[in-house]
């Protein structure tokens, strides 16, 4: 179990000014105490209406966020609907980052690429959305780099279609299919390779020694 925390996009179309402000505040302390392995998730949701009308806030926050991520050298977790315009604009001060984990990737094959050209220590996740048959989701997949690659769940909020919720119990699945994707894209590695692989990637991803 690794501690994280940020104020998430989202909060500020259903918080207050005040909500953001103690969000701000426990983030800055639990970096500056030495309590936290990441800052995220965080980043820019654009996805209706409600949220388009806080982008303003949004990026105040994630200009905060990115501050204390490399002020502190932690790793930096990426929250991104619709907004990969905010991801490349913000690609100078990423690149500097120990790593960018995009939760729940949601660009192309062709943006995460470009963000690989640019010399970013990125890291893609993927969870039920593989299962789910999302199409450019299973594209990325298929095709990023094999040590670039992370699984979640997202638990409970991305369930498998014909379920309530997601749980951490959703993890072989989702690697089985992920292994099954790159397979047909022409990898040698099975499910348990791929499995060791994602657990090495997300030892480098957050610099774990152990």
Wanted: glycine share 6%; proline share 3%; charged share 25%.
């Amino acid at each position: 179990m690794l501690p994280c925390f940020a104020v998430h996009p989202q909060l500020p179309a259903v918080g207050t000014e005040d909500d953001i402000k103690q969000g701000l505040e426990t983030l800055h302390n639990l970096a500056e105490a030495g309590r936290l392995a990441a800052v995220g998730e965080c980043g820019f949701d654009l996805y209706n209406d409600a949220f388009r009308e806080t982008e303003a806030v949004q990026d105040r926050l994630f200009t905060a966020h990115l501050e204390i991520a490399l002020r502190y050298e932690l790793p930096i977790v990426i929250h991104a609907r619709r907004a990969m315009h905010k991801i490349f604009a913000a690609a100078q001060d990423l690149v500097k980052c120990r790593a960018v984990i995009f939760h729940s990737w949601s660009g192309t094959f062709e943006e995460g690429e470009a963000l690989l050209r640019r010399g970013m220590n990125v890291y893609f996740s993927f969870g039920n959305v593989l299962l789910n048959e999302h199409k450019r989701a299973i594209r990325c997949c298929s095709l990023f780099p094999t040590e670039r690659l992370l699984t979640e769940t997202d638990a409970p909020f991305q369930a498998q279609r014909g379920q309530s919720f997601s749980h951490w119990a959703d993890l072989p699945r989702i690697i089985e299919a992920a292994a099954a994707l790159r397979r047909e894209a022409g990898a040698a590695s099975s499910a348990k390779e791929l499995e060791e692989q994602i657990e090495a990637n997300f030892r480098a991803a957050f610099a774990l020694e152990f």
